[in-house]
């Protein structure tokens, strides 16, 4: 699939099958929160348009987890939700 010249929120929202959460700025956030985190900077940018270099840094747009793996369990770090990974215990 060819890139388009922008990016906006609702490319941000897309999901799919085995959406775990998304990461942003170093840390894993549960699908709600990641989407709202996404909202809000989508808001910043004027005209809500992005090119593709800011679309996919995950420090400047929350990125999606697909499939998620880890030896440790992960926490959403907006609201602590058990996202994937170890024991939910953990």
């Given at each position: 699939m060819p890139r388009k010249d922008t990016y906006t929120?609702?490319?941000a929202l897309l999901?799919?099958?085995g959406l775990d959460g998304y990461a942003f700025n170093a840390d894993t956030y549960c699908v709600p929160c990641g989407q709202?985190?996404?909202r809000e900077v989508f808001d910043k940018y004027a005209g809500?348009?992005?090119d593709w270099l800011t679309f996919t840094d995950s420090e400047q747009?929350?990125?999606?987890i697909f499939f998620a793996e880890s030896d440790s369990a992960q926490h959403c770090g907006e609201c602590g939700e058990y996202l994937y990974g170890g024991s939910e215990d953990a």
């Open positions: 929120l609702r490319d999901g799919g099958p709202a985190i996404a809500g348009q992005v747009i929350p990125q999606p």
